[in-house]
């Protein structure tokens, strides 16, 4: 398998350019040289914020039909290519090829439910009578773009995070600059080339690459962007919250998900799906599931099948197309998620399966006998690590799962409605998921975390919300 990239251009104003410097992108399982990619210095950071500046007021008047068409295009190309795309996500990314796979095919739904959004962006009515002030005129208000969007986005989904920010952003009539993860910028820049060819007209969106330090701090600080669209880490989204100064944010972030098994769960269908959840993309998934709450009459049955079902994991080079488990992102962060490990194993937890590691690559690791106060508990791992936790009442598991400075999403399996409705009444995340794992996504729901896992939402309505200014309108006859 190749891919046909070598020195990556950066997309300014409509044009491909090159730069001083050259970063030099990997492939996550072998370490092999895949392509280099120029680094955006400050002039060309520059040069892009000013085209986006330059291009949002005809972006924003452009009729909507045309950018439905335009964003329908995309999703037409990405479908076409789908194997392209998806080879440079698992090389660059050490994704797994069933899930790089995935991951375009969401990312064809996510600029689909784009253009759709782009035609029906609108505002409402206003009964001003309600107001004793308000008698005799009419109201109603208009969603408008912002401006220019900054979308600053990880490694885990190099596309289909991207399409979270890219395709509502165009759907409203904003411009665009984009500063991809330094692990893994290639699909960016290949998705610079797919809007470039669905007509994205020059300027609208512009990709720059260089590091989070420089070339994040100079687009989070500037004053022509009106609007920060970030998904990453939360100290990293804590220090563009104190420098970005009084610009819309949007904050995607991490969370240590919780998911709970209670006795009348289907073990049949939850066992092979919560080992799907912790093990997707080397648990590197904000929605993972790492803390896995398992009522104590049925913990040696479910824990039995868990570790017998982890077993069959096939770990190795993601480009194989029956491979489950690639490498984590680097080595220093296998290394990390090794060390939490054995830092539990020192305070009293057990390894069931796993616990292993060779270079970038962590087996997959279940572990017993954990308490909460653990790194692996309390902490986000990000890593191919989840924790087994027997618990007694279902109240005790809701407390547990809710005992957490993260409230992204969490899952329960339970038929019991009244336990269904209290664990989504008392657990504080942006979703709750019933007979299913925190995981769960699909591209159009409404997502995003409470508490350290962030600010707003996602989901390209809710993201077009976010992305539009309300203005109101008064007539008085
Ligand atoms: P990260 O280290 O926070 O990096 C995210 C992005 O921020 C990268 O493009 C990074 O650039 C940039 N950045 C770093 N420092 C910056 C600064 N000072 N100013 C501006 N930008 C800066 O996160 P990651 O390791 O790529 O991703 C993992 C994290 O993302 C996890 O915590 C995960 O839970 C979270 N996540 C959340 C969601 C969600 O939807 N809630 C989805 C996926 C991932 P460089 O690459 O150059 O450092």
Redesign the pocket.
């Known amino acids: 398998m190749t891919v046909s990239v070598k020195n990556r251009r950066l997309l300014v104003g409509g044009a491909w350019v090159e730069d001083k410097e050259l970063l030099p992108v990997i492939d996550k399982y072998t370490g092999e040289g895949i392509a280099n990619v120029f680094v955006a210095s400050r002039e060309t950071v520059e040069k892009a914020i000013a085209a986006a500046h330059a291009a949002f007021p005809g972006w924003s008047r452009t009729p909507a039909h045309q950018r439905f068409r335009i964003l329908e295009k995309a999703s037409r190309l990405l479908a076409q290519h789908q194997e392209e795309i998806a080879t440079i996500i698992c090389r660059e990314a050490g994704k797994a090829w069933k899930y790089s796979m995935g991951e375009v095919a969401r990312a064809v739904e996510t600029f689909q439910f784009s253009a759709e959004e782009a035609k029906r962006i609108h505002g409402e009515t206003v009964p001003m009578d309600a107001s004793t002030a308000g008698e005799g005129r009419m109201g109603f208000y208009l969603r408008s773009a912002v401006g220019v969007v900054a979308a600053?986005?990880?490694?885990?989904?190099p596309l289909n995070?991207v399409a979270h920010k890219v395709g509502p952003a165009l759907a409203a009539g904003n411009a665009l600059v984009l500063?991809?993860?330094?692990?893994t910028p290639l699909t960016a820049v290949r998705l610079g080339e797919i809007l470039e060819e669905a007509g994205v007209p020059g300027g609208v969106f512009n990709v720059v690459v260089?590091?989070?330090?420089t070339?994040?701090?100079w687009?989070?600080t500037d004053p022509r962007v009106a609007k920060i669209s970030?998904?990453?880490?939360?100290?990293?989204?804590e220090?563009?919250l104190r420098?970005a100064g009084l610009k819309k944010v949007t904050m995607?972030?991490?969370?240590n998900s919780g998911t709970i098994i209670e006795p009348d769960a289907d073990l049949a269908a939850a066992v092979p799906r919560c080992v799907v959840s912790a093990f997707a993309n080397s648990g590197?998934?904000?929605?993972s599931l790492q803390r896995l709450y398992v009522h104590k009459s049925i913990a040696g049955e479910f824990t039995k099948r868990f570790v017998e079902e982890t077993k069959k994991l096939k770990v190795g080079n993601p480009v194989e197309k029956d491979c489950d488990v690639g490498p984590m992102?680097d080595e220093g962060e296998a290394r990390r998620a090794e060390a939490w490990i054995r830092e539990a194993v020192d305070e009293g937890a057990k390894v069931l399966i796993g616990g292993k590691r060779e270079g970038r690559v962590l087996y997959p690791t279940v572990l017993a006998n954990v308490r909460p106060e653990m790194k692996v508990m309390c902490q986000?791992a990000?890593a191919p690590l989840v924790s087994l936790y027997e618990y007694e009442t279902f109240e005790d598991a809701v407390r547990m799962v809710e005992d957490s400075p993260y409230g992204?999403q969490a899952g329960v399996y339970t038929n019991d409605i009244r336990k269904a409705l209290y664990a989504v009444d008392r657990i504080n995340a942006g979703g709750v998921m019933i007979n299913d794992t925190s995981i769960f996504r699909v591209d159009h729901m409404p997502?995003?975390?409470n508490k350290m896992?962030?600010l707003g939402r996602?989901g390209v309505r809710f993201a077009v919300e976010e992305m539009t200014n309300i203005k109101m309108v008064m007539i008085k006859p």
Do not use: H, R, W
């Open positions: 600053i986005t990880p490694f885990n989904f995070l500063k991809p993860a330094s692990t260089g590091s989070g330090g070339v994040g701090d687009i989070t970030f998904t990453g880490s939360p100290p990293v989204g220090a563009i420098k995607e972030l991490g969370n590197q998934v904000c929605i992102i986000e990000f992204l997502y995003g975390g896992s962030g996602e």
